[in-house]
């Protein structure tokens, strides 16, 4: 399915979404400083939502018009029945793709105090007490190796705060939870298969080997999820060659592309040896890649 099939069928969403609104109640939004948040929903009244405040996932695409804020919670419980299988790609991009930009926002927002740190310490070649400990927080969370080295340091953490490619995630999304079907996805905003080898969460469906085992993490929102991916993403080891051509865009100011960087997930953990084979094409296959460019509206 490629860029003009995907517009076509927001385009099918928004023309159902105005019969359904003059049928159905349309759930009122929480509306803050940050944005609008939709509480947990039905299919059909997530639909009327978008239609509602003009969500229009096609002129997304084509860069008409910024992504609105516009937050659902959680994955519909309804989401999987079969009446919407024609819509249901396109509408898991429109839903997931607010999440995945305001989840890179803070990140830009705690890379920015990672960076007021460090020019502090270029200007005055040290840090003080209370700043010390504030970059020891940064070290800690994004599991930095210490170093007496400030200048060590800050490479290190800054190659570590930073967002995560906006169609990476939710080609990821898209394939770990079958479009949002799965039963993690729908009750528990599981749309990465998270585990956790901590206990926490809830028993996985399949059947697990011998020796430790794991759980799957459950968040009681689709930011959580994202955000605990993006963590995943920074912090793994096996991902390392991702951040680091990351960094490598970034000091060079190149555009950085899901569907160029994608190889770079070979070693992902728990996932099949074409797991970037299968993002390049879900990439490929719903013209996503202008979505990588997209930024949330003013607040």
Known sequence: MNKKRIGLLCLSIGGAAAVLSLLIKVPDVKKTPQGMFVPPVSTSQMQAVFKKHGYDMARCLDGESPVPRLFVQSVPRDFNREKFDEVRPALFFEMMLPVVLRANETLAAEREQVLRLKREFDDAGDLTEQSMRELDGWVKRYDVKDSDDLETL????????DGVTPTLLLAMAAQDSGFGTSRYAREYNAVFNQR?????GIDPDEEQKEGPQYKIKTF?????????????????????????????????????????????????PYKPFKYPDIIKHLIRQYGLTPLDFQTLAEQ
């Not at 800050?154 to 705060?161: D, G, H, K, N």
């Not at 956790?196 to 926490?200: A, E, Q, R, S, V």
């Open 196 to 200: 956790d080898w901590d206990g926490n």
């Open 220 to 268: 009681d929102s689709l930011y959580d999820a994202v955000i605990s991916q993006i963590y995943y993403v920074n912090t793994n080891g096996y991902l390392k060659n991702y951040r680091a051509a990351r960094d490598r865009y970034r000091r060079t100011n190149s555009p950085m592309r899901g569907y160029s960087v994608a190889n770079l997930l070979i070693n992902f």
């Open 154 to 161: 800050f490479t290190a953490l800054l190659e570590r705060v």
